[in-house]
């Protein structure tokens, strides 16, 4: 049973910066992706990025290149998403899911909400101007 636990959320001020985990366990296959998305209250999710399992390529949406960086410790099966600069806008709850297929745009993983296939629990974000 494949399952996802989003961590490291909490209360920051603008500017600063947060770095949050996703921990994987219980999937035994070598590629597949990993994405990172993210709900503000009132709002649809949105996409912010992904990374394929062996962390060789990461892609990200638009609006959250510069910002925000996602890399993986294959090692301990952990993702991780690290957010910089933060402004009041990023206040959501962000969630990891898993993509159980690997295919590129080039070389952008895919990444989509409607791709995934397992998604954590999420982990509230908020920031404070």
């Known amino acids: 049973d494949v399952q996802l636990q989003a961590s490291g959320g909490g209360l920051v001020q603008a500017g600063e910066s947060l770095r949050l985990s996703c921990a994987i366990s219980g999937l035994t296959k070598e590629d597949y992706t990993i994405g990172w998305f993210r709900q503000a209250p009132g709002k649809e999710r949105e996409g912010v990025g992904c990374i394929d399992s062996h962390g060789d390529y990461t892609s990200y949406v638009d609006s959250m290149k510069g910002r925000f960086s996602i890399s993986n410790d294959n090692a301990n099966y952990t993702v991780y998403l690290q957010m910089a600069s933060l402004k009041p806008e990023d206040t959501a709850v962000y969630y990891c899911?898993?993509?159980?297929?690997?295919?590129?745009?080039?070389?952008?993983?895919?990444?989509?909400?409607?791709?995934?296939?397992?998604w954590g629990k999420g982990t509230q974000v908020t920031v404070s101007s």
């Open positions: 899911a898993v993509d159980r297929t690997l295919e590129f745009s080039g070389y952008l993983p895919l990444c989509e909400s409607g791709r995934m296939d397992w």
